[in-house]
């Protein structure tokens, strides 16, 4: 074949798989997208929108405590402005941040085309935003939810919390759980079934192993707060009696099922960003990270282990001495696969001097706060301790030293490192700067007074504190620290968007010299990621390859194939062939929303969205008959 | 690495590269619908019921924490119609075999037996799920009577659904079969929805026995 003729056939060939995975334009192109990278993308800037407010929520917070006495927010408006901030952080910010940016990058670190369940991934993400829209918009019609982020009965019970404050973050939970499972079930499949030829489990790339943990830590964590949910609105609802001492009931019951949940997600969150962290220093470092097989191993333990803490967060709650002692010696436990990873990447760094961009230093912003945190988090697991500084500012410092420190710095290090890939355009290297300085100096400033204050005995959720107490000074330190932390998070948001229109045109690999697969395709990707699919040699793909590396062919170019490999080795097994774009996805996330929002208002709400979603099921699976229809001696 | 030859192909990188020599793998030859685990969806409805059986799984730790704090369990005045539910175990223990047929008739693309088992599947399926609707009608307790009587009609009301949802299942693929058009993916479906339907069967099982087994609840049967 001549040169000439074999251009013009890749060019063609090109062109075909262009129109066959095209994203869908315009405005029902925008309802019917089922791309990965698009849903990931509005995982993520959906996300970083709630981030704002919840960002907004805490200043608010923070000037209310600014000064003692102050009358800025009344009581009531405060409990709904905590309660939202908790439950804006913890359900529409860090778990779905860290959910689409698994959902973009692992089908390009795994080198495929899609997710393995392109709809479902789309319904996934309406069902999130249906359940952000409906909390906001509830806050504000002066409907927030007020009993705190974990909604301890019996507060949120039906005596004390009358009214539909506690059903609407009830069904946040609701939608937001089911995008969790949704992404979960995406990214297990995704990485067992669809890796590259040769990427065998013992060459995936971390971060695609920490999503793996993540996913496997969100399909058994999740389900408890579901049916936590579930039966504290059938209490509110139609007086079942789960929480109800009365008769029969328990109040410690939801406190169980509650942080069976609540202490994974921690994990959940945090996961991801050891992922991160795996992913940036081989790049800068230039060397692959220290201790493969420790690395993953601390991360699968680390999935286990997480599920072992929860009680140590109802310390206070007089459980049997046997009990506490067992938690005590879990949550000390778990600090050990966290430090073999911090050590592993210490030792990546050793000798080193990596150029000191702006990923790395939040890299290195994360080792020094996470450090911090971790150390507050082995205090808190002494149960003297722990009950000595119970429900004080301490523990807020803690847990803060831990989700920003621990997932924030990392993600947007993770942010920074993979804008280029997404978007085609560096992020200013200079302003990027900037923001890490203000983000640490307002972070530390922030929240390393309220330690103090906490063991000053200064306690979480109350409104405002007498002028007696002494706690101004550290007080007004921590408002200062707040807006300097919002000052940078300003600036990050600049940066984003300057970058969008001026930032240097990025190739394929801005960062010079990076291992992972998604570096070696255009920026931003194509629509189908991968012109042929690659195969792997080693662990670090682009580095490990060899000169005659083969690639795949053979996959349909006018239909949406893919390749499906084995689960352990990836070696080629069949092809599957995913849906086309579809509006589906959104009348099923809608009919959902009819059902548990009406839930809210009369039970019967459940009946017409199961009637509803049944509709759009239907209509989801309706055969198209142009596919592979089968030739039956009387086909019907 | 199936069968390498040589052709024209670029490299990874997407610059299309005139490369010529690059080796590839051609995998036009592999088959596009497989059973079992070998296929995503396969993975996919198993995680489905991860996810379910966890959920279930709380909601029986619920039940024995509520049951540990009870002095009396069940609490006095509950009756159950035990002869009958323990029927219907059995008819739904039966459905399995003819789901069992129905997957494998699809592995051997056996249109007629497909139909005639599913059929059957699917009816015996609606008889136990008539029966369980006619006795939610006359429970002796309710939701709200008490702590007991909340968490069973929650864990009853949870499998119901599922019985409800997969005998919709059944019946959409009984048309199915009967008006067409049958694509070969169906195959794996109508599999696929044998396996969730063995999920329901033996998650009832499990139900059953510690609602129903609870020496308690015996107790007030003698």
Not at chain 1, 36 to 54: D, E, M, N, S
Not at chain 1, 472 to 494: D, E, K, M, P, R
């Amino acid at each position: 074949m001549s040169a000439a003729t074999f251009d013009a056939t890749l060019e063609q060939e090109q062109k075909t798989l262009e129109r066959t995975w095209a994203q869908p334009s315009g405005l029902v192109g925008f309802f019917t997208n089922i791309d990965h990278k698009t849903i990931g993308l509005r995982y993520v800037v959906t996300a970083f929108v709630f981030f704002l407010f919840g960002g907004i929520e805490a200043l608010a917070m923070r000037l209310q405590l600014a000064r003692p006495e102050s009358h800025l927010l009344n009581p009531d408006l405060y409990n709904q402005v905590f309660t939202v901030h908790g439950s804006t952080m913890m359900f529409l910010f860090a778990v779905p941040v860290m959910e689409g940016m698994g959902i973009y990058l692992v089908p390009l670190m795994v080198g495929t085309r899609n997710v393995a369940f392109p709809r479902l991934n789309a319904f996934g993400y309406w069902s999130y935003l249906i359940g952000g829209l409906l909390l906001y918009s509830s806050f504000f019609l002066n409907t927030g939810p007020d009993a705190g982020w974990f909604a301890y009965v019996p507060l949120a019970g039906p005596e004390y919390s009358p009214g539909k404050r506690v059903d609407v973050w009830a069904q946040m939970i609701t939608f937001t759980e089911f995008s969790a499972l949704v992404v979960s079930i995406e990214l297990i499949v995704t990485t067992f079934k669809l890796r590259a030829p040769g990427m065998s489990l013992n060459r995936m790339p971390l971060f695609v192993w920490s999503m793996l943990v993540t996913a496997f830590m969100i399909l058994f964590a999740m389900p408890a707060i579901m049916l936590a949910s579930l039966i504290l609105a059938m209490d509110r609802q139609v007086a079942t009696h789960f929480f109800n001492p009365g008769e029969g009931g328990d109040v410690i019951l939801w406190q169980h099922l509650f942080w069976f949940f609540g202490h994974p997600e921690v994990y959940i969150i945090f996961i991801p960003a050891l992922g991160m962290i795996s992913s940036i220093l081989p790049t800068f470092t230039r060397r692959p990270v220290f201790g493969y097989l420790a690395m993953v191993l601390s991360l699968v333990a680390t999935g286990f282990i997480g599920f072992g803490l929860w009680v140590h967060h109802m310390f206070a709650t007089g459980l049997p001495q046997l009990g506490q002692s067992f938690f005590t010696a879990a949550s000390i436990m778990i600090a050990i696969p966290s430090g073999v990873q911090v050590s592993c990447w210490l030792a990546t760094l050793w000798g080193r001097r990596p150029r000191l961009a702006t990923p790395v230093l939040f890299v290195l912003g994360f080792f020094a706060i996470f450090v911090a945190g971790g150390l507050t988090g082995v205090m808190l697991a002494a149960v003297p301790f722990n009950l000595q500084v119970h429900d004080t500012f301490f523990v807020v410092a803690h847990f803060h030293y831990v989700l920003i420190g621990g997932a924030v710095f990392p993600l947007l290090g993770g942010i920074h490192f993979w804008f280029p890939k997404a978007t085609g355009r560096r992020m200013s290297e200079a302003l990027g700067k900037v923001s890490f300085w203000l983000l640490f100096a307002g972070f530390n400033l922030t929240f390393f007074p309220m330690h103090i204050l906490g063991l000053h005995g200064m306690p979480r959720r109350v409104y405002t504190y007498p002028a007696e107490s002494g706690w101004a000074s550290l007080n007004l330190l921590a408002t200062i620290g707040a807006f300097i932390l919002g000052l940078g998070v300003l600036v990050f948001l600049v940066n984003v968007v300057r970058s969008l229109r001026q930032g240097e045109v990025a190739g394929e690999d801005p960062w010079e010299g990076s291992p992972g697969l998604e570096w070696s395709i255009s920026s931003p990707p194509p629509p189908y990621n991968y012109l042929y699919i690659p195969t792997v040699a080693g662990r670090y793909a682009l580095w490990d390859r060899r000169p005659d590396q083969p690639v795949v062919t053979g996959l349909s170019r006018t239909r949406r194939e893919i390749l499906v490999t084995g689960t352990l080795d990836a070696e080629p097994d069949h092809r599957d062939i995913l849906p086309n774009p579809t509006v589906w996805p959104l009348l099923l996330a809608l009919a959902s929303g009819v059902g548990f929002i009406g839930a809210i208002f009369t039970p019967w709400g459940i009946l017409w969205g199961a009637v509803a979603a049944a509709i759009a099921l239907i209509g989801w699976f309706w055969p198209r008959g142009d596919l592979q229809r089968i030739h039956f001696e009387e086909q019907p | 690495m199936r069968s390498a030859r040589t052709a024209a192909a670029t490299s990874p990188e997407s610059a299309p590269q005139l490369a010529p020599e690059t080796a590839v793998i051609d995998v036009s030859e592999l088959p596009t619908v497989v059973f079992g685990s070998r296929a995503p969806l396969w993975w996919g409805l198993v995680g489905m019921i991860a996810i379910e059986s966890t959920m279930f799984a709380l909601l029986l730790v619920t039940y024995f924490y509520l049951r540990g704090n009870a002095t009396v369990w069940p609490p006095h005045g509950v009756e159950a119609h035990f002869p009958l539910r323990l029927a219907n175990l059995g008819v739904l223990l039966l459905s399995v075999w003819p789901m069992a047929k129905v997957a494998g008739a699809a592995s051997r693309k056996d249109l007629h037996s497909m139909r005639r088992w599913l059929i059957f599947g699917t009816v015996l399926g609606l008889i136990v799920l008539g029966v369980r609707l006619a006795l939610f009608a006359d429970m002796s307790f309710r939701w709200n009577s008490h702590a007991y009587g909340s968490v069973v009609w929650t864990i009853l009301g949870l499998h119901t659904t599922h019985l409800v949802a997969a005998s919709v299942e059944n019946l959409l693929f009984v048309v199915l079969l009967f008006v067409g058009p049958i694509e070969r993916k169906h195959l794996l479906d109508l599999r696929l929805n044998s396996l969730y339907w063995y999920f329901v069967v033996i998650s009832w099982v499990v139900l059953f026995a510690v609602i129903y087994l609870d020496p308690g609840f015996l107790e007030v049967m003698r």
